[in-house]
């Protein structure tokens, strides 16, 4: 499974565009690309998922480059209610024993009023 | 709600007792994935079925962690003899195999091992 990089936090104002990056340099030719958010006490929320160039849903995009070994998630114009924590998420289930899904500590993204 | 649901949300017990979470997945996914995840931390993979199937177990599950999925819809998760390390919240994820596939994740169960 591919081992994710991203900030550990990010600041930002409300109605800016937020943009959070994760690098993923080992990521598999099968590998989609996956962003979750998380609110204090609750399981994570699928945000969007991609594999290649851009993908746009009602709340975010995903830009992926051409070589694939990173990632960008666009928040456009984010509010108070965007403050969270945001984990990229590379590949799917574990192959074998000594591999396991990561996480990782993900972005703390703190929007200011 | 068609939702993941998981039961209970919290969970307050005395070190050495024996816990049992439920998780009720969505009804049209064949996988089903349990996670740990402790303050500041991202969740941390535990185990995962397809269907009644349990197909991988991650080096945390411990011998005192035990996962079933008896008819490949609900799931349980049991601790025995319970630790104040075991104090966390539990996640639940269900998703339909891919790729690409989707985790979908219930509320979590917080447990607190006193």
């Known amino acids: 499974l591919a081992k994710t990089t991203q900030p550990i936090s990010m600041d930002s104002y409300e109605g800016q565009e937020v943009n959070i990056t994760c690098s993923h340099n080992?990521?598999?030719?099968?590998?989609?690309i996956t962003w979750y958010q998380q609110f204090p006490s609750q399981g994570p929320r699928f945000i969007i998922q991609?594999?290649?160039t851009k993908v746009t849903n009602e709340v975010a995009s995903l830009f992926i480059p051409a070589d694939r070994k990173s990632s960008t998630l666009s928040l456009p114009r984010v509010s108070l209610s965007d403050t969270a924590v945001y984990y990229c998420?590379?590949?799917?289930?574990?192959?074998?024993?000594?591999?396991?899904?990561?996480f990782g500590k993900g972005t703390r993204l703190h929007i200011l009023p | 709600d068609t939702g993941v649901s998981q039961d209970p949300r919290h969970k307050i017990t005395k070190r050495g007792q024996n816990v049992t979470f439920r998780c009720d997945p969505i009804?049209?996914?064949?996988?089903l994935y349990w996670y740990r995840q402790t303050l500041g931390q991202g969740p941390e993979f535990l185990t995962y079925?397809?269907?009644?199937?349990?197909?991988?177990k991650s080096r945390l599950l411990s011998d005192r962690f035990s996962a079933e999925r008896p008819k490949g819809s609900f799931s349980t998760l049991e601790i025995q003899r319970t630790e104040q390390g075991d104090s966390a919240m539990y996640l639940c994820?269900?998703?339909?195999?891919?790729?690409?596939?989707?985790?979908?994740f219930g509320p979590g169960t917080r447990l607190l091992v006193l």
């Open positions: 079925f397809q269907n009644e199937a349990q197909l991988e």
């Open positions: 998420l590379v590949g799917g289930i574990p192959m074998n024993r000594d591999d396991k899904i990561i």
């Open positions: 994820a269900s998703a339909y195999a891919g790729p690409p596939e989707t985790q979908y």
């Open positions: 009804s049209e996914h064949n996988r």
């Open positions: 991609g594999y290649k």
């Open positions: 080992n990521i598999a030719t099968n590998d989609y």
